[in-house]
């Protein structure tokens, strides 16, 4: 399992919901379906276990009301074959 | 499935110079998800899987795209293999405006992603999609595709089969027209 915030590059994959880490922010996407099976279960333990770490990262420091994620506008340059 | 929980890594390509390649401090802040091209959930192998997130094989893609309707067409032809058993893929970004954005001035941004897919016996066709978060979407015959683009994804079909228009379903706002063919 990725360590939440702790880098700009690990992602991880909770059945067909992709992870994806960052230092200012973690994004989650894709959808889930929890079944009532065993597999419902794992993917149901795996969801509560990174949440749990989420909150543990997030209740361990200081936080900011909001933080700053982008950088500002990308640069815009000229095409050289347009 | 072996690959419903996996860990994995962005990384810069390491056979590219390090003046001709994506860096992940380029991505970061840059306000766009590195989009896979080849997407990760196509492979069946973790060595496949870890390649698919080389820097190589991402585009700055806006993120809405990229988490939605980008991720519902790449499920979409995924359900074609599965159903139809063979299915050749090939996926790109497309930069044809006078003024490009970039990244640190080193990674483009594409104004257009598009796939194309080729079934044997079936036929083929392609999606091109603006690269915003109200991304404007196109389905388009092989031959439309290599007009706009300038890529022929599949050299081996012929004219006729180039020209067909496929139905498939589209995953965004239609581009232009209500039909959102061409």
């Given amino acids: 399992m990725i360590e939440p915030f702790a880098d700009d590059e690990t992602a991880m994959t909770i059945a067909s919901m992709s992870v994806e880490n960052g230092k200012t922010a973690v994004v989650l996407s894709g959808n889930l379906t929890i079944s009532r ?3 419902g279960l794992e993917a149901a333990r795996r969801l509560k276990e990174f949440a749990d770490a989420l909150l543990a990262a997030l209740q361990t420091e200081a936080l900011p009301d909001r933080i700053e994620r982008n950088g500002g506008d990308p640069r815009t340059i000229d095409n050289p074959f347009a | 499935m072996a690959f419903d929980y996996r860990d994995n890594r962005f990384h810069p390509e390491a056979r590219l110079p390090r003046d001709e390649r994506a860096e992940l401090a380029d991505y970061v802040g840059g306000g766009f998800d590195r989009g896979h091209m ?3 959930g196509d492979m069946t192998t973790p060595e496949n899987d870890f390649e698919t997130f080389s820097l190589a094989n991402m585009v700055p893609q806006d993120g809405a795209l990229n988490r939605s309707g980008w991720a519902s067409l790449e499920q979409y032809v995924r359900s074609l293999a599965i159903t ?3 299915v050749f893929v090939v996926t790109g970004p497309s930069y044809e405006t006078r003024k490009l954005r970039s990244l640190r001035g080193r990674v483009l941004v594409p104004r257009h992603v598009w796939k194309a897919v ?3 016996g079936q036929g083929a066709g392609a999606w091109i999609a603006t690269n915003e978060a109200r991304s404007r979407w196109r389905v388009l015959s092989v031959a439309a595709l290599t ?3 300038g890529v022929d994804p599949f050299p081996a079909l012929s ?3 180039k020209r067909r228009v496929p139905r498939f379903p589209l995953f965004g706002e239609p581009e232009d027209d ?3 063919r061409q």
Avoid: C, F, Q
């Fill in chain 2, 118 to 120: 080729y079934v044997p």
């Fill in chain 2, 147 to 149: 007009a706009r683009t």
């Fill in chain 2, 178 to 180: 209500r039909s959102g």
């Fill in chain 2, 84 to 86: 139809l058993g063979s």
């Fill in chain 2, 38 to 40: 080849a997407p990760s």
């Fill in chain 1, 37 to 39: 099976d065993r597999e």
């Fill in chain 2, 159 to 161: 004219a006729e089969e």
